[in-house]
Every structure is written in structure tokens, then in C-alpha cells.
């Protein structure tokens, strides 16, 4: 007997089948880390697998969120090192040179730290 010939799918059967969710992801978790992230995601509202996958879908869609925070670590700094370093040496930080240092900072800050994150994920 020969087997039974494989159903021919058609184009709106394979969009279909596109929008499930079919391919799994997993990650290993200590039983303390797994257990943080349920009493997380239930303080939210969502099961734990779909708070993961909202997770990993918001870091990918809008990665630059999560440089914001190191962006301004990095304008501190940039801002202490440039304001220091003549005050140290003695010479005085006039007010146009200041506002000047800080347009500079705010410009460059969000570069930079973008640098850093694509440096640091080689």
C-alpha cells in the first residue's frame, strides 16, 4: 500500500501557520531565579513565559531604551573629567566654556554609549 500523498498547502495556509507562535525558546535559570522572575511577571499580570517573551521582544524592537541610563552615566563622567581636569591645573571653567562642554556632552553622550554597547556585544 502506498502512503497517502502529503496535503498541498496553499499560500494563505502558510501565512497562516507564520502568525503562531511555533518555535520555542529556553533559557536555564537557578530554581531562586526562577522563581524571581514568576513573582515578577505575576506582579505584572502575565504568566511568566509570556512576560519573558514581552521581555525579549521590547529589547529587540527598542534597543536604544536600554542605553539611556548608560548615556548619562557617561555624561557625568564626561561632564567631571572636563570640568576637573582644568580646575585642577588651576585655570578657571568660564560659563560660555561650561554651557559650550555641556552641549557638547548632551550630543555626544548617546554615541558614545551606543559605541559601547556594540563594542561590548562582539
Known amino acids: 500500500m502506498a502512503p ?3 496535503p498541498a498547502t496553499t499560500k ?9 507562535r511555533l518555535y520555542p525558546v529556553t533559557i536555564k535559570l537557578t530554581k531562586e531565579e526562577r522563581e524571581a522572575v514568576t513573582r515578577f511577571a505575576e506582579s505584572h499580570g502575565a504568566a511568566r513565559g509570556q512576560w519573558m517573551r514581552d521581555a525579549i ?13 548608560l548615556a548619562e552615566v557617561l555624561g ?19 560659563q560660555a566654556a561650561f554651557d559650550k562642554l555641556l552641549d557638547e556632552i548632551g550630543s555626544a553622550k548617546y554615541e558614545l554609549a551606543g559605541k559601547l554597547v556594540s563594542e561590548h556585544r562582539r
Open 4 to 6: 497517502a500523498p502529503a
Open 12 to 20: 494563505k495556509s502558510d501565512r497562516n501557520r507564520e502568525t503562531f
Open 57 to 69: 521582544l521590547a529589547q529587540l524592537q527598542n534597543p536604544s531604551k536600554n542605553n539611556a541610563a
Open 76 to 94: 557625568i563622567r564626561l561632564l567631571l573629567v572636563n570640568v576637573l581636569r582644568p580646575l585642577a591645573a588651576g585655570q578657571k571653567l568660564t
